[in-house]
T-cell receptor
Framework: GEDVEQSLFLSVREGDSSVINCTYT??????LYWYKQEPGAGLQLLTY?????DMKQDQRLTVLLNKKDKHLSLRIADTQTGDSAIYFC????????????FGTGTQLKVEL | GAGVSQSPSNKVTEKGKDVELRCDPI?????LYWYRQSLGQGLEFLIY????????KSGLPSDRFSAERTGGSVSTLTIQRTQQEDSAVYLC????????????FGSGTRLTVV
C-alpha cells in the first residue's frame, strides 16, 4: 500500500503543545519527513527522521517514530500563532529516487 | 539562484489550450521533482529528473502531460489540451541529488482551467 494518512484539522491554544499524527503503510520507508506550508507558499522542510530512529528533537519540535505501528508524530512545544499552517508528513521508500509520498496534510489553527 | 523559482505564479487558461510551466532549481541541484497539489487530492508525485533524464514518470496523469529538462537546470512541464481537472497548484522542488534527504520547494504555479 502507498497510503500516508493524517487527520485534517487540529486546533490548539497559544502556548499549548500541538501533536500532529501520521500513519503510513509501507514498511520499506527509509526517511520520514515533516513539511510546513503557509498560505500561498511552497512547502518548507521542518525536520526528518531516519527509520531506525525512535525520536528526534530540534528546538521546539519533537518527532516520534513507532516503526512497528508505522506511526509518526510531530510535537510542537509552546505553539505560537506563527505556527498556524498546514503540516504534511511524507515518506521516502527504498530505491524511490528520493520520491516522496505525502499525506493529505493537517491544518493547524492556533487560537489566542 | 537562491531558491527554487517557478513561473508563472498564476495561470488562467481556457479549456483545450496548451500551457507550459517553468521551474528554475537551485544552482547545482541535480535532482528536480514535479508535484501537483489539488483540493481533496493532497500532493501527488508527477515526475522527477536526475540531471536531464527522467527515471520515473509514473505519476504523469495522462499522455497530455510531458516534462523536459535541459542543461541539467531549468525544467518545463507542458500540459496539452488542458481540462478543468488539471486545475491545481503545480509545485517544483530540487535537491542536491537523489541521495540527499529533503527537498527545497518553489512557491508553485496555480493553474486554473476555465
Amino acid at each position: 500500500g502507498e497510503d500516508v494518512e493524517q487527520s485534517l484539522f487540529l486546533s490548539v491554544r497559544e502556548g499549548d503543545s500541538s501533536v500532529i499524527n501520521c500513519t503510513y503503510t509501507d514498511s520499506s520507508s527509509t526517511y520520514l519527513y515533516w513539511y510546513k506550508q503557509e498560505p500561498g507558499a511552497g512547502l518548507q522542510l521542518l525536520t526528518y527522521i531516519f527509520s531506525n530512529m525512535d525520536m528526534k528533537q530540534d528546538q521546539r519540535l519533537t518527532v516520534l517514530l513507532n516503526k512497528k505501528d508505522k506511526h509518526l508524530s510531530l510535537r510542537i512545544a509552546d505553539t505560537q500563532t506563527g505556527d498556524s499552517a498546514i503540516y504534511f508528513c511524507a515518506d521516502e521508500r527504498t530505491g524511490g529516487g528520493n520520491k516522496l509520498t505525502f499525506g493529505t496534510g493537517t491544518q493547524l489553527k492556533v487560537e489566542l | 539562484g537562491a531558491g527554487v523559482s517557478q513561473s508563472p505564479s498564476n495561470k488562467v487558461t481556457e479549456k483545450g489550450k496548451d500551457v507550459e510551466l517553468r521551474c528554475d532549481p537551485i544552482s547545482g541541484h541535480t535532482a528536480l521533482y514535479w508535484y501537483r497539489q489539488s483540493l481533496g487530492q493532497g500532493l501527488e508525485f508527477l515526475i522527477y529528473f536526475q540531471g536531464n533524464s527522467a527515471p520515473d514518470k509514473s505519476g504523469l496523469p495522462s499522455d497530455r502531460f510531458s516534462a523536459e529538462r535541459t542543461g541539467g537546470s531549468v525544467s518545463t512541464l507542458t500540459i496539452q489540451r488542458t481540462q478543468q481537472e488539471d486545475s491545481a497548484v503545480y509545485l517544483c522542488a530540487s535537491s542536491l541529488s537523489v541521495y540527499n534527504y529533503g527537498y527545497t520547494f518553489g512557491s508553485g504555479t496555480r493553474l486554473t482551467v476555465v
